[in-house]
């Protein structure tokens, strides 16, 4: 409690107190005046004073206090809290109580402090929430000093820094910043700065995504004094942002490869659009697609970019071979990176990366990369694979591995059509006497003799040449480029070589030999696939019953044309 003023204290007349009270300078008052007797009776009250008069004997802590000014003879004066009703918030009111005249009488005059405290209150918890709701939300509170120099942070430190690590040092000793960059420092900002990103080294020596705003301190003067801000570490959401986009490229990848394995139908161009989408996702110089063959090691599928130097794809394959982890080699040209393909578990190739450049090198995020694609890659090696087995029963004899007669037929359509100045020659070839292989020794001979004819075709054959087993003992070659002056020499190439299947005559009398029909393709010369047929088909029939054992060239078709032709 404190001591209220003298002033109305000092009136020896009670009679004009409560003059006062009533009627003159408290009778208008906001707050109650009451004037009371030594017997504790209402002698005077001013209009808002009705209530309290009515209530005092109810008020104990009011009634000490008049007591106590009476006692002391000088005035006191205390707040006092009220409740209206029971669950209200209490109203404080300032009371002054002051001794008047000399029987005891005390003027109490009451002032509403409610607001006034209130207002105190919610600005002290006002602070105190901001303080709170800094610590809460932010991993660091700073302040920096004209010098850059940490001079507040908040109590507990941060990122592994005990407060008393920090205060005083520059704070811009703290960033990580790559050589030779220059980043914005938010501890000397000039200007207010929001979502502003820094690295902030830790105690342990890591590193610290925040993100951070801070605004500039300024003296009286207007030079800068420093800046103040709020950090908060981010880390762990960017890590999480870059996993996710390192999940969307892989999707991306995956969905590109899987649709490539989906629509494309031609093997190559399948394997060709999923290396392309590894390369392109790898940010690398070169991408190759190795198939793994049982006995015949590891043989080029597709290729992107760069190639990887030979001598690299060896040292690799055997790293693979080794290991279903992602194999990364820096060398002097370059760096590789390389993973086994598997399928079912059973690995069918092998994918590498290539990065040209004597600084050249693969992180753990590309490593990773290529081991969430290499199932996929897998899955398009066997698909490839799959499509060129149903490719090769399609299109080829079971038996002689030849091209049959729809694939024949076909590549011949396609060469013709294909016109150029490249001439070309259509021959059949057929087994004399094959009949009688089979009734005495049986198929299986017979079968070892077609293979064998194979064999020899397959010796004869030039690059561009077709060769196929059109059914029976029927065989026929596409000799590209071969015209008539050429033709002799590579059918008595045939027929010598073709004595190699006497061994498997079924009788003396029933010699195994061959029989070819040539029919000589002219470029330009507008002979359709069908009558080029004609006419080898012709002049095989005539060797067939003429004696057999030798071949014999068709009439080139315009001479053919020329002869059939009334004169």
Excluded at 59 to 83: F, M, T
């Amino acid at each position: 409690m404190g001591e209220a003023g003298e002033t109305i204290g000092e009136a020896q007349d009670e009679i004009l107190v409560a003059r006062m009270v009533s009627t003159g300078p408290f009778a208008l008052a906001d707050g109650p005046a009451i004037l009371v007797g030594a017997d504790g009776a209402v002698r005077a009250r001013n209009m808002a004073g009705a209530d309290l008069a009515r209530r005092l004997p109810e008020l104990d802590d009011i009634g000490s206090l008049i007591a106590e000014a009476r006692h002391a003879g000088r005035g006191i004066s205390a707040v006092i809290e009220q409740r209206e009703a029971e669950a209200s918030a209490p109203n404080a009111t300032s009371f002054s109580a002051m001794p008047v005249g000399d029987d005891g009488a005390v003027l109490l005059i009451g002032r509403d402090v409610s607001v006034d405290r209130n207002l105190r209150s919610a600005l002290v918890d006002s602070r105190q929430r901001y303080r709170d709701l800094v610590e809460i939300s932010a991993d660091l509170a700073w302040e920096t000093d004209a010098q850059g120099r940490f001079a507040f942070v908040s109590p507990h430190g941060g990122f592994g820094w005990a407060a008393s690590d920090l205060i005083g040092r520059r704070a811009d000793g703290f960033l990580v910043t790559p050589p030779g960059v220059t980043v914005d420092s938010p501890f000397q900002t000039r200007e207010a700065r929001q979502e502003m990103e820094i690295t902030f080294r830790r105690a342990d020596g890591g590193e610290a995504r925040l993100e951070t705003a801070a605004a500039p301190l300024f003296a009286p003067d207007g030079s800068w004094a420093g800046a103040r801000g709020v950090c908060r570490d981010v880390t762990d959401d960017r890590l999480r942002d870059m996993e996710l986009a390192r999940a969307g490229a892989r999707q991306r990848l995956t969905a590109h490869i899987m649709q490539a394995i989906r629509d494309e139908t031609d093997p190559d161009k399948m394997l060709s659009l999923a290396a392309e989408a590894v390369f392109r996702g790898g940010n690398a110089d070169g991408c190759s697609v190795f198939r793994i063959l049982p006995g015949a090691g590891m043989r080029l599928a597709a290729a992107v970019g760069v190639p990887v130097p030979d001598a690299i794809v060896e040292e690799m394959r055997e790293r693979i071979a080794l290991s279903r982890e992602p194999a990364v080699e820096a060398y002097d040209i370059g760096a590789a990176l390389a993973h086994q393909l598997s399928h079912h578990h059973e690995i069918n190739g092998a994918v590498m990366l290539w990065r040209v450049g004597e600084t050249a090198d693969w992180s753990d995020d590309d490593a990773r990369l290529i081991a969430d694609l290499s199932d996929q890659l897998g899955i398009a090696l066997h698909q490839a694979a799959a499509h060129q087995h149903l490719e090769r029963l399609s299109t080829t004899d079971a038996m002689t591995g030849l091209l049959n007669r729809r694939a024949f037929d076909d590549a011949i359509t396609r060469r013709l059509g294909a016109g150029g100045g490249v001439p070309g020659t259509l021959t059949y070839v057929d087994l004399d006497n094959f009949k009688k292989v089979n009734d005495t020794k049986g198929h299986q001979v017979g079968d070892q003799a077609l293979i064998h004819l194979s064999d020899i075709l397959k010796r004869q054959a030039k690059p561009g040449d077709l060769i196929a087993r059109l059914g029976g003992d029927e065989f026929a070659l596409w000799m590209d480029g071969v015209s008539e002056q050429d033709a002799p020499a590579r059918a008595e190439w045939i027929l010598e070589t073709g004595k190699e299947l006497l061994q498997y005559s079924g009788s003396p009398d029933y010699p195994v030999g061959l029989s070819i029909g040539m029919a000589v393709y002219r470029p330009g010369s507008g002979e359709s696939r069908e009558r080029l047929i004609e006419r080898a088909d012709a002049v095989m029939y005539e060797i067939k019953h003429g004696g057999k054992g030798w071949y014999r060239i068709a009439p080139a078709a315009d001479a053919q044309k020329t002869a059939e032709t009334p004169g």
